[in-house]
């Protein structure tokens, strides 16, 4: 072999770099963010909501410039390495076909049976890294952290929790109907009708509190029981961001149980009709008797068609202790007669709630924390609440057909019974449930209404979940790393190994220039092998499948003295020098001049010389006489002793 092998540019090697340190910072990045559980502003998810068309077109484009960086790196570092492999040891034309496939990732249906199947599993596995980019890069509707503030009510003045008296003109002071809803200090009056509606279904058919509205125009919906706090969701909010989909809050409150027994000693019932013998057909009785404690004697009228349909209620509070108690002229199996001498005790707890607030869903959860100190304010709220109920059972008490309150009690106790059973207990449990929902929205009312009547409040902040977006998912994300960590291992292995590729050649199996001129240069032994063995009575199609004899040619590169690589052929796996002419004067331009003379009209005369290994031809070209004097260059190949042919 004559002159130096010409050497592959660094720029070839090394541009595979820059693309794998492209994607390499962008899987970091997404790792990164993965690990740190980031999110997005709410100005991207805003754009990215509201523009998935051109965010997806994004999200592919970007995808598949990375893909292609990873399998370009991939199919590179394969290039290099096998030309650094075939410049030291013969190779076939079947791999050489195969690893043209490979690296330009293409289908060959003309490559054997086992490299087809290789270079198919190659080309399928190059789709999945622009597949897991798209899956790491593609906008996830999430939540982020963040601190916001609403306002909650305050009692710091607490005069209108008096209440509205009966017959006061001054309504408007104690109540304030707006686009909102209506919030007053006196439900008992102005909304009695809806807290009858919750009570008649506190219990849920199925066991425990029964889902109910809040009662304004938020549209909330609690889950189960209010405890009375919650009023600032859909009221106070509306400082918080447009895309903040839930928050959470604690607030101080108070916790109302009732529990409720049959008491037959008890004093209070109803006295006898104050109406009998007048003729008329409403009779009007008297609710008479006292209470444990409270107040020492009771007396208010209700009135019906008959005593059977008459349901009383009457409440008491004495230091801290509330007391309820019902009475009604049903008797046996009348509608009523669950109801008759139920007496029920009352007690409060000032705790701490928290409450999750679902802006999505509309929901509202309210879950009982520690119990806290009793505030300042809360014997006039409580008190007050208790005392609403009975206000309420009066102003309820004159009914013509049914009783409104017994009915509300009745329908209760019915959802208990279809979920324990018909029992005392059961009636009980009904009753002190339906209670219990009153209280609840009384205690609501009266915070609604501090803040939207009496204008007393208090900021604080909560921890709410804005909606956000993050890239990608860990189930694409962290493979992505990996594939782009292994792709980098695998370049940075055959760098070293290969000690940067340093005696690869600037021969290219893949560029077709560089290919037709070290077959050229080569000379025609490769083209006269092929010939041979597709000189066969039914000629195949080259490049065909059935082409295998072609396939197993063996050929090795060498260099000639002008420093141009030629492919020639191999004898037997072993590498057959290509020789040239030792004058330095000889020129690669010199072979291609050889290569025309065999193809001009008047070849050369050859006369063989066979030697041991294989055939030297010399001969003169007559045409060129003169050239070659001048040049005293005596063409000389080397080549197999089958392909010798005699002129004919």
């Known amino acids: 072999m004559e002159g130096t092998t010409p050497r592959a540019s660094v720029w070839e090697k090394f541009l595979v770099v820059p ?85 330009g990732n293409r289908l060959d249906w003309s490559l054997a049976w086992h490299l087809w199947l290789a270079l198919v599993m190659f080309m399928i596995s190059a789709l999945f890294p622009a597949a897991l980019w798209a899956g790491a890069l593609t906008p996830v509707i999430s939540t982020r952290e963040t601190v916001q503030q609403i306002a909650l009510p305050s009692y710091s003045n607490i005069t209108l929790l008096a209440g509205m008296p009966y017959h006061s003109n001054l309504r408007n002071i104690y109540q304030n109907n707006t686009d909102k809803g209506l919030f007053t200090f006196a439900p008992e009056f102005d909304q009695q009708g809806t807290m009858l509606d919750q009570a008649a279904g506190a219990s849920n058919r199925t066991g425990g509190a029964s889902a109910h509205g809040k009662m304004d125009r938020s549209n909330y919906v609690y889950e189960q ?5 919650g009023a600032s969701v859909g009221l ?73 349909g008459i349901v009383a209620l009457i409440t008491a509070t004495s230091d801290s202790r509330h007391i309820l108690a019902i009475t009604t ?73 049914v009783s409104i309150l017994g009915q509300t009690l009745i329908y209760n106790v019915a959802n208990v019974e279809a979920f324990q059973g018909v029992s005392n207990s059961s009636k009980l449990l009904g009753v002190a449930d339906a209670i219990t929902s009153l209280l609840d929205n009384i205690l609501a009312s009266y915070a609604s209404a501090q803040l939207m009547v009496a204008q007393e409040e208090v900021p604080i902040n909560v921890d709410s979940q804005v909606t956000a977006i993050v890239l990608g998912t860990s189930a694409y994300v962290f493979p992505i790393f990996t594939l782009n960590l292994l792709i980098c291992l695998i370049y940075l292995i055959e760098l070293s190994r290969t000690r940067g590729w340093r005696h690869l050649s600037n021969f290219n199996f893949m560029n077709i220039k560089s290919v037709i001129i070290g077959t050229s240069t080569g000379g025609t032994a490769i083209a006269t092998k092929a010939r041979r063995l597709h000189e066969t009575p039914t000629p195949v199609e080259h490049g065909s499948r059935s082409d295998h004899d072609a396939d197993q040619i063996l050929l090795h590169l060498d260099t000639t003295s002008a420093n141009v690589v030629a492919l020639t052929l191999a004898s037997d796996g072993e590498k057959r020098p290509f020789s040239f002419p030792k004058r330095s004067s000889r020129q690669a331009g010199d072979s291609v001049f050889l290569l025309q003379d065999f193809s001009t009209h008047n070849p050369p005369v050859i006369e063989p010389n066979i030697v041991h290994s294989g055939a030297s031809f010399s001969g003169s070209f007559p045409e060129h006489e003169a050239t070659n004097r001048a040049h005293s260059v005596s063409p000389v190949y080397s080549l197999d002793e089958r392909d010798v042919q005699t002129p004919g």
């Open 19 to 103: 693309a794998l340190l492209l994607t390499t910072v962008i899987a970091t990045i997404l790792f990164t963010t993965r690990l740190d559980h980031w999110a997005s502003s709410e100005g991207f998810a805003n754009f990215v909501i509201f523009n998935r068309s051109a965010s997806a077109i994004l999200v592919q484009v970007i995808s598949h410039i990375l893909g292609i960086l990873h399998v370009y790196a991939l199919c590179t570092t394969i290039n290099l390495s096998s030309r650094a492999y075939i410049s030291a040891r013969p190779f076939s034309l079947g791999f050489i076909k195969f690893l043209n496939a490979i690296c």
């Open 329 to 401: 002229g049903a008797n046996g199996s009348d509608y009523y007669a669950p109801l008759n001498n139920v007496q029920c005790e009352i007690t409060f707890a000032s705790r701490n709630f928290s409450v999750a607030v679902s802006r999505d869903n509309q929901t509202i959860s309210v879950s009982a924390l520690e119990q806290v100190a009793w505030p300042p304010y809360a014997d006039k709220v409580v008190d007050g609440s208790v005392a609403a109920i009975s206000t309420m059972a009066q102003a309820l008490a004159t009914t013509m057909y």
């Open 225 to 229: 029981r209010s405890y009375g706090v």
């Open 236 to 308: 106070t909010d509306g400082s918080l961001l447009d895309y903040t989909e839930s928050y959470n809050y604690y607030e101080t409150g108070f916790q109302a149980e009732t529990s409720c027994i049959y008491n037959s000693t008890s004093d209070f019932y109803l006295g006898e009709n104050i109406l009998d013998g007048s003729g008329l057909i409403l009779e009007v009785f008297e609710a008479l008797g006292s209470l444990p404690f409270g107040n020492p004697s009771i007396n208010f009228a209700t009135a019906g068609f008959n005593a059977g």
